[in-house]
């Protein structure tokens, strides 16, 4: 089972950049894809971005294709959330989550978050205007 920390998150002004990580214990996160969500205030929780567990296949919503960019590095538990271009609307709670179903890997379950079974406690992105 794989327990997942968020840090990374914070106040920062648009058109800024921040880098979130998420650092994995347990040893099934190399064989598990991992996907970032977020929340804001009143809104239903999103899909952002994707991984697979080799990192070969990345996926990504349409509000953040180009903007936000998903990676892992394996040898250290993490997978990152890189966000550049900021904007306020992407203010929210940002939640990674894990996940060993190969599905997700392959396809990214982008609209299939319950196949998502271990999520981290989120941390807060501010993006001011």
């Known amino acids: 089972q794989v327990q997942l920390v968020e840090s990374g998150g914070g106040l920062v002004q648009a058109g800024g950049s921040l880098r979130l990580s998420c650092a994995a214990s347990?040893?099934?996160?190399?064989?598990?894809?991992m996907g970032w969500f977020r929340q804001a205030p009143g809104k239903e929780r999103d899909f952002v971005a994707a991984i697979s567990w080799s990192g070969g296949r990345t996926f990504y919503a349409d509000s953040v294709k180009g903007r936000f960019t998903i990676s892992r590095d394996n040898a250290k538990n993490t997978v990152y959330l890189q966000m550049n271009s900021l904007k306020p609307e992407d203010t929210a709670v940002y939640y990674c989550?894990?996940?060993?179903?190969?599905?997700?890997?392959?396809?990214?379950?982008?609209?299939?978050?319950?196949?998502?079974?271990?999520w981290g406690q989120g941390t807060q992105v501010t993006v001011s205007s």
């Open positions: 989550a894990a996940t060993l179903d190969y599905y997700c890997s392959a396809y990214g379950c982008s609209d299939q978050e319950w196949r998502y079974d271990t």
């Open positions: 347990g040893r099934t996160f190399s064989r598990s894809a």
